[in-house]
T-cell receptor
Framework: ETGVTQSPTHLIKTRGQQVTLRCSSQSGHNTVSWYQQALGQGPQFIFQYYREEENGRGNFPPRFSGLQFPNYSSELNVNALELDDSALYLC???????????????FGEGSRLTVL | QQQVKQSPQSLIVQKGGISIINCAYE??????FPWYQQFPGKGPALLIA?????SEKKEGRFTISFNKSAKQFSLHIMDSQPGDSATYFC??????????FGTGTSLTVIP
């Protein structure tokens, strides 16, 4: 069973640029969530995707957007990067049906974004 | 506003001792309370979780104590080992799609 995989693992961007992060969900999981983890902080919910639709969104501006594909993999896009966007971006998949079930999140190892 | 407040920020325990991490919440709609363990360079991994219909759940050396009236829950790690050294996050959810995490506790177990 393959776990959650994320790419790239590290990247450096400059302010104002755009970035795309990718996530492959664990086999059998149809729901993907994205979290932002600033240094020394807990993960903050960005949004969740279920059946290729956004299924809940945290307190993040519209320049944070996402996609989910038919194979349940997902992308997180961030436009107009700001210095405060520097963080570890975590993808988590879950065997949920739109939010029901055990609630367990299976996290990838994250993509560390540095904005200069 | 922090939905889940976690303390202490850091904790040092001798090998064999008990590690205790506390969390408090305000939203009474929360119905699922997991604890996650995160090692450096890794994503968080579920350690143990509880729902508010029970006051305690034990899995091996890890126990969650839950006080619904006080809106508090805590993680107890018995017989702490150096391999338990990691950052621990409590979390809470009411819908299963958005989880609110605490700010984390860095645990160091001294041999």
């Amino acid at each position: 069973e393959t776990g959650v995989t994320q790419s790239p693992t590290h990247l450096i961007k400059t302010r104002g640029q755009q970035v795309t992060l990718r996530c492959s969900s664990q086999s059998g999981h149809n729901t993907v969530s994205w979290y932002q983890q600033a240094l020394g902080q807990g993960p903050q919910f960005i949004f969740q995707y279920y059946r290729e639709e956004e299924n809940g969104r945290g307190n993040f501006p519209p320049r944070f957007s996402g996609l989910q594909f038919p194979n349940y993999s997902s992308e997180l896009n961030v436009n107009a990067l700001e210095l405060d966007d520097s963080a570890l971006y975590l993808c988590a998949s879950s065997p949920l049906a739109g939010g029901a079930g055990t609630g367990e999140l299976f996290f990838g190892e994250g993509s560390r974004l540095t904005v200069l | 506003q922090q939905q889940v407040k976690q303390s202490p920020q850091s904790l040092i325990v001798q090998k064999g001792g008990i590690s205790i991490i506390n969390c408090a919440y305000e939203n009474t709609a929360f119905d699922y309370f997991p604890w996650y363990q995160q090692f450096p360079g890794k994503g968080p991994a579920l350690l143990i979780a509880i729902r508010p219909d029970v006051s305690e759940k034990k899995e091996g050396r890890f126990t969650i104590s839950f006080n619904k009236s006080a809106k508090q829950f805590s993680l107890h790690i018995m017989d702490s080992q150096p391999g338990d050294s990691a950052t621990y996050f409590c979390a809470a959810s009411s819908t299963g799609n958005q989880f609110y995490f605490g700010t984390g506790t860095s645990l160091t177990v001294i041999p």
